[in-house]
């Protein structure tokens, strides 16, 4: 799934395209059903003709495009991507909207490609609306270490799920906080009342190196089209390889795993305590 560096990524490749000044001038969406709220949600597409981007936000995964009436969320779910097509490019396998769009330089679609259709396109009000529920973003920079621990440490549950929940921290997901834990030799199961202030605090800069090393890995890798390469657990940017026999970076013995609410944590049984 793609997690806050993927997304970070796309929203910054989306501006770079020209997003932002474009008015929308049709979306087309797909001859399928979709649910009209939740995961694969597509609503509101006919209040978007004659719309203008006046921004692209982003908080955790969500981005916001702000409109000059309204908001539109793109949420990529499992799957989800959206690339902006060439002139003579073909709509993709996976197609959910295709959007067409023009600037002052020249008319382009951009699509939404989804194979598991768990991706959201939904109109919003206000940025308050799309981003209600949600915690403060894992990489904003009026967030603090101290927030962050006095928010958890009296949290009796492990500290791998409490790290999912959004509506503490927006954007951390499953691979990276794998990746922040294991940076500061915590087991994912370790209870959050029981780790130290000293410890939260370190646990905070590791979410944030561990996202901002991802983001620059993804910066400096993308496709011969200029696109961001939005995942793949196996590439370098992860220092746990999350795969059967994988080892441990530091102490060279195999990886264990765990499940919290059906998702797999990878982690070191030796060194994360």
């Not at 209600?132 to 006095?150: R, V």
Request: glycine content about 8%; charged content about 25%.
């Amino acid at each position: 799934m793609p997690e806050l560096p993927e997304v970070e990524s796309l929203r910054r490749y989306l501006v770079h395209e020209g997003l932002v000044g474009s008015v929308i001038e049709q979306a087309v969406v797909e001859n399928k059903p979709s649910p009209n709220k939740g995961t694969g949600a597509i609503t509101g597409t006919d209040l978007l003709p004659g719309r203008t981007i006046r921004s692209l936000e982003r908080r955790g995964k969500q981005i916001a495009a702000v409109l000059d009436q309204g908001v539109l969320g793109l949420h990529m779910g499992m799957t989800g991507r959206i690339d902006v097509l060439a002139p003579d490019e073909p709509i993709p396998r996976f197609t959910r909207v295709e959007f067409q769009l023009r600037n002052e330089e020249h008319s382009y679609r951009t699509v939404l490609a989804d194979p598991r259709r768990w991706g959201m396109v939904q109109h919003f009000i206000n940025l308050e609306e799309i981003f209600d529920g949600m915690g403060p973003d894992a990489l904003d920079t009026a967030l603090t270490a101290q927030q962050f621990a006095e928010a958890v440490h009296k949290r009796t549950s492990p500290i791998k799920p409490l790290l999912l929940n959004q509506a503490l921290i927006a954007g951390v997901g499953n691979i990276y906080a794998d990746e922040a834990l294991h940076r500061v030799a915590i087991s994912p199961s370790r209870r959050a009342n029981r780790i130290s202030a000293k410890n939260l605090y370190a646990l905070f800069e590791a979410i944030r190196e561990s996202l901002e090393h991802a983001l620059e890995f993804i910066q400096n890798h993308p496709d011969d089209r200029g696109r961001p390469y939005i995942v793949d657990a196996h590439d370098d940017r992860m220092r746990l390889l999350r795969k059967p026999g994988s080892f441990c970076p530091r102490c060279e013995i195999p990886l264990r795993t765990l499940k919290f609410g059906g998702r797999t944590a990878y982690f070191c049984g030796n060194c994360q305590r």
